[in-house]
């Protein structure tokens, strides 16, 4: 399987700080990469796939990039509603695969 | 409107068996692929099983093979997970899954999710 390590577990930040979150998968997944953001008790909510790709109604300040086995995301000005976990997700191939979660708390 | 919305959660004793349903509407059912993904209390999340729109194709997490059977009726838009020999590391809430890609063959990224459903796995 394709493991998907994430960092920092987790991340201290103020309202308007840029913030980036990596993504490392153990082998190259091409593009196939998601990010999800998951507040307490809620489902998953996509926000970027095929690595750099913003999913419909997402704010622009949310960004990604990448390719092959290195990933980020960007949060470019931080907002009261980002406070979150993030996820990423590689989907290269079965068995799917996510991260273990970065947490961005507030500083 | 897309709506994913999970049945069938509870206690279960260690051993035991529990089916869970997904109810899909919004969307036309048969032309996703759709997958269960799971979190355990306080941990991240764990993809369980995928099942292709046809219902032809079918994958699991190697934790879970052998133990759990996806299955869908496209007659009743409906997506199920039939849970066998329950341990106590099952216990999560479960989360059905829509793929995010129309009639694909490639292993999916998701763009919906339901609101999930707790399992405890407990005696």
């Known amino acids: 399987d394709i493991q998907m390590t994430q960092s920092p577990s987790t991340l201290s930040a103020s309202v308007g700080d840029r913030v980036t979150i990596t993504c490392r998968a153990s082998?190259?997944?091409?593009?196939?990469l998601a990010w999800y953001q998951q507040k307490p008790g809620k489902a998953p909510k996509l926000l970027i796939y095929k690595a750099s790709s913003l999913e419909s109604g997402v704010p622009s300040r949310f960004s990604g990039s990448g390719s092959g086995t290195e990933f980020t995301l960007t949060i470019s000005s931080l907002q009261p509603d980002d406070f979150a976990t993030y996820y990423c997700?590689?989907?290269?191939?079965?068995?799917?695969?996510f991260g273990g979660g970065t947490k961005v708390e507030i500083k | 409107e897309v709506q994913l919305l999970e049945s069938g959660g509870g206690l279960v004793q260690p051993g035991g068996s529990l089916r869970l349903s997904c109810a899909a509407s919004?969307?036309?059912?048969?032309?996703?692929?759709m997958s269960w993904v799971r979190q355990a209390p306080g941990k991240g999340l764990e993809w369980v099983s995928a099942i292709s729109g046809s219902g032809g194709s079918t994958y699991y997490a190697d934790s879970v093979k052998g133990r759990f059977t996806i299955s869908r009726d496209n007659s009743k838009n409906t997506l199920y997970l039939q849970m066998n020999s329950l341990r106590a590391e099952d216990t999560a809430v479960y989360y059905c899954?829509?793929?995010?890609?129309?009639?694909?063959?490639?292993?999916?990224?998701?763009?919906?999710w339901g609101q999930g459903t707790l399992v405890t796995v407990s005696s």
């Open positions: 919004g969307f036309t059912f048969s032309s996703y692929a």
């Open positions: 899954a829509k793929a995010g890609q129309l009639a694909s063959t490639r292993a999916p990224r998701f763009d919906y």
């Open positions: 997700q590689q989907y290269n191939s079965y068995s799917l695969t």
């Open positions: 082998q190259s997944i091409s593009s196939w």
